[in-house]
């Protein structure tokens, strides 16, 4: 059956065509149902008689790539049609609307961006860690759940590590939404996930602002200005953006993908730890650059060699979120001592996995502090000093031995009742690749607290390391 006869009341391989939800420049949506399937679902349908080859191109690559796809944050896929007959992709229909409404309210409230900047980036984590780089990012191809969670739709730009690219292989021009594109690929570079960084710093900017960063750039020359030309720093447009979120905007919109944050995961931690985020000049920044460093931006951007081309899997084990359990109390010394030895490991070994450049790591040194289910918590001790800052004086003081090069540290104190919870719990939220914890006696905060590592072990949702001191049984 053919794009222009497809009408309400059709049936296409078992689907009722109902009403079109949405007529695109590259594909039309349809409401459809079939009588097996309880979940309300849409029909795409590429437009097979538009000018733009990028039109059929991009479906063969949706049709490639969603389907391999799974979780949360990705529509389920029913069924596909080949292009011989009917090319369709049948798929979950999300009923909470996009994100496009939202920018009709700009300038958002700062607590609400960082809740949106926080669901984007871990979708995106998501995606990322199964091979694959969206490209194009904007409000459009953000949807939300009705809980609020982010799915990411429209995978027609999009690649995949282990598939073939035929964007790149049949066009010789920039690929990506003008507004959202970033500088690597207005130079058709389509291997470096940070590229999906680039455009959800845009949408911040623009939610926090109510301006694009780049404009609307409507000529190659227009386009390419961001090769080299900082955006207007968004507190000289809002000036109640916290210096935390004006640092994590900017550094997303850096012309040089090495100085942005190296994946997404890192960028929802800052997100979702401000008081933790390292300040930098970007963040008190009034003004774009003078006009000398905007020229040395030119020249390197023209002149510089490619970089070393990667896979995604190399990018996101060369900046791993690795959490350390320490325990900062009294006759667990031997404990810490062989934590940070495991520590001092795993950073050699990313550095010498980059050639000696120092790792893009990111180090969360965590201690918990056990509080009572329901008596009241005396937070100070025998001699009146808060206890939480004595934990994280000391949790700084274990950490600064350490060569961390480049890695950046965080310090965390956390509170619970129950620690092999509240540790399983920070590295879930977190995203955080691997746990190091001391094993042999309680590893966390004492003799009352049980059997806290094998508990992290069990529990944890990524590779946990169990140190032992020489020594200990």
């Known amino acids: 059956m053919p794009t222009s006869s497809l009408v309400p009341g059709a049936i296409v ?70 292009f011989a007959a009917q090319p369709y992709i049948v798929m979950e229909r999300i009923t909470g609307g996009s994100l496009l409404p939202k920018l009709d309210e700009t300038p958002l409230p700062v607590e609400e961006i960082v809740a949106i900047g926080i669901k984007l980036a871990e979708a995106l984590d998501d995606i990322h860690r199964q091979h694959v780089i969206h490209f194009d990012i904007k409000p459009s191809n953000v949807m939300l759940r009705e809980d609020g969670e982010v799915v990411l739709i429209d995978f027609g730009l999009a690649r995949h590590d282990k598939l073939p690219d035929l964007l790149a292989e049949e066009f010789r021009v920039p690929i990506g939404t003008a507004p959202y594109i970033s500088p690597e690929q207005i130079k058709r570079r389509r291997n470096d996930p940070r590229s999906d960084l680039f455009a959800l710093g845009v949408l911040l900017y623009y939610l926090l602002t109510g301006h ?43 012309t040089d993908p090495e100085a942005r944050h190296p994946t997404t995961a890192q960028l929802a931690f800052d997100l979702k730890h401000p008081e933790k985020v390292r300040l930098t000049t970007r963040a008190e920044r009034q003004h774009r650059d003078p006009w000398f460093k905007a020229l040395e931006r030119w020249y390197k951007m023209r002149f510089a060699a490619s970089p070393e081309a990667k896979t995604i899997t190399q990018r996101l084990s060369q900046a791993p979120i690795v959490m350390v359990a320490v325990d900062v109390t009294e006759g667990t010394e031997k404990f810490a001592d062989a934590q940070r030895n495991a520590v001092e490991r795993v950073l050699a070994t990313a550095s ?118 020489r020594g200990t049984h």
């Open 13 to 82: 391989d078992g689907f009722r065509v109902g009403t079109m939800l949405h007529a695109g420049g590259m594909a039309n949506l349809w409401e459809v149902e079939r009588e097996d399937i309880k979940t309300p679902l849409l029909m795409k349908v590429p437009i097979q008689d538009s000018s733009d080859p990028l039109t059929i191109v991009g479906f063969e690559m949706e049709q490639m790539i969603l389907p391999l796809l799974q979780g949360n944050h990705v529509p389920k896929v029913f069924a596909m049609g080949e």
């Open 352 to 469: 010498t996995r980059q050639s000696g450049a120092t790792s893009n790591m990111r180090l969360a040194c965590v201690n918990v502090l056990k509080t009572n289910r329901i008596a009241p918590y005396d937070p100070l001790d025998d001699e009146g000093h808060n206890i939480h800052v004595l934990r994280l004086v000391a949790l700084k003081e274990w950490a600064r031995p350490l060569p961390l090069g480049t890695a950046e540290l965080t310090i965390h104190v956390l509170e619970s009742p129950d620690p092999a919870a509240a540790l399983v719990d920070f590295a879930t939220v977190n995203q955080v690749d691997q746990i190091i914890i001391g094993a042999g006696r309680d590893s966390v905060g004492g003799p009352y607290l049980g059997p806290v590592a094998a508990r992290v072990a069990a529990e944890a949702p990524c590779t946990v390391t169990l140190v032992k001191a």
């Open 212 to 254: 694009r960063p780049f404009g609307y750039p409507r000529s190659d020359g227009a386009l390419r200005r961001r090769l080299w030309r900082d955006p207007v720093p968004p507190r000289a447009l809002n000036p109640t953006c916290p210096a935390f979120l004006q640092e994590i905007i900017l550094r997303c919109l850096e």
